[in-house]
């Protein structure tokens, strides 16, 4: 049988690594939803704009340009 300590680290490694894989899944989802879904883009612009903002330069540095102009000009559109 494992020493006491060995089954304490296991436990708290099986934790972590639980916890990374639901942060991972978490930013994949909201990643996915800020990509199909303009209105939650919006939301997030006045709610969580620095989150916004990292979705932009992601983009950015994936090579597709133009996703925030498109956005700020729907958005401006709309409220006229």
């Known amino acids: 049988m494992a020493p006491p300590n060995e089954l304490l ?12 894989l639901l942060g991972i899944t978490g930013a994949y989802f ?16 006045r709610r969580f704009p620095l989150i916004l903002e990292v979705y932009y330069k992601s ?3 994936a090579g597709l340009y133009g996703i925030r102009e498109h956005d700020q000009e729907a958005w401006l559109n709309r409220k006229n």
């Open 59 to 61: 983009n950015e540095w």
């Open 9 to 20: 680290a296991r436990k708290i490694f099986k934790g972590i690594l639980a916890f990374e």
């Open 30 to 45: 909201l990643f996915y939803k800020m990509n199909t879904n303009q209105d939650f883009r919006h939301t997030m612009s």
